[in-house]
């Protein structure tokens, strides 16, 4: 029996990554899962991978047309959802003093803004007792030099969760934060100079980065009813690197 037998998620940002991970092992579990990507090529490799129980839905999570035919497509092949893991985000570096509006811009308009309209237009279709969970980043709780932006952009998310929680409570729907630290998706192991992955790697404890697989098992238990107590949290998945 899978932890997720019958439910249905959605996951945004999807193709790539922890939250692609998190999507393979929710189908694994049984879920029927929506994931989300802005590129078609990499949406159908991503559907390919997961292999069964899974729907590709093109668009950019910051447009709200977009969530809208997402949520409209979700609806018209399931009806309702269970999980909501809001995952799509962008992050890149930018020093004090050089940081420019559109820097700003495109941090804030996918990681807070796209994250909250997510959510609220997923809300209709959510089944009483359902998860949401938001991917946040450890470098909203420590200081790295010229992340000031995105950290700022994912200091958000946990005072949207504190909020949602009390206004979600009568339908018993839990919301909570999934805080990873550094992680050598594809993506980030595309932008990273050597520079900068010795950098991530001295403020891990065991020096190596997470795994986005390592955080799909996390996505998975906030998912699931093995957290069915954890509520308005931020569950930080680092190695340990925030508290050293
Ligand atoms: N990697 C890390 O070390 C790290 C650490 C802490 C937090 N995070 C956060 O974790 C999340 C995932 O990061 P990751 O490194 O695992 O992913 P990733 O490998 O960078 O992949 C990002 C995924 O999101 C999609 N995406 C990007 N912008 C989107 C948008 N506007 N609308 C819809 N989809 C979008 C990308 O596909 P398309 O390009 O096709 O849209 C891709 O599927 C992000 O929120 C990130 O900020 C990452």
């Known amino acids: 029996m899978g932890k997720l037998d019958g439910k249905v998620a959605v996951i945004t940002g999807a193709t790539s990554g922890m939250a692609l991970a998190g ?4 189908a694994q579990e049984g879920a029927y899962v929506f994931i989300t990507g802005r590129r078609q090529d990499a949406l159908d490799d991503a559907v ?3 292999g069964r129980n899974v729907t590709g839905v093109l668009g950019d999570a910051a447009n709200l047309d977009d969530l809208d035919r997402l949520f409209a497509t979700v609806e018209q092949q399931k009806g ?3 999980v909501l893991w809001a995952s799509a985000g962008v992050g890149a570096q930018s020093k004090l003093g050089e940081i420019t509006e559109e820097h700003f811009d495109a941090a804030f308009s996918l990681n807070a803004r796209g994250t909250l309209f997510t959510v609220q237009k997923a809300l209709p279709l959510f089944n009483d007792g359902g998860s949401i969970f938001m991917t946040g980043s450890n470098a909203s709780l420590r200081g790295f030099p010229d992340w000031s932006v995105y950290a ?4 958000v998310l946990p005072a949207f969760a504190r909020v949602w929680v009390a206004e979600l409570r009568d339908r018993r729907i839990r919301v909570n934060v999934l805080t990873p630290g550094q992680v050598s998706s594809p993506m980030m192991e595309e932008v990273m100079t050597d520079e900068m992955k010795a950098q991530f790697e001295s403020v891990i404890p065991r ?3 997470g795994r986005p697989e390592e955080i799909a098992s996390v996505a998975l238990f906030l998912a699931s009813d093995d957290s069915s107590y954890v509520n308005g949290m ?3 998945a680092d190695g340990g690197a925030t508290v050293i």
């Open 152 to 155: 700022a952009s994912k200091a």
């Open 23 to 26: 999507a393979k092992l929710f």
């Open 207 to 209: 020096r190596a980065m």
């Open 234 to 236: 931020e569950l930080v």
């Open 80 to 82: 309702a959802i269970d």
């Open 48 to 50: 390919q991978h997961i």
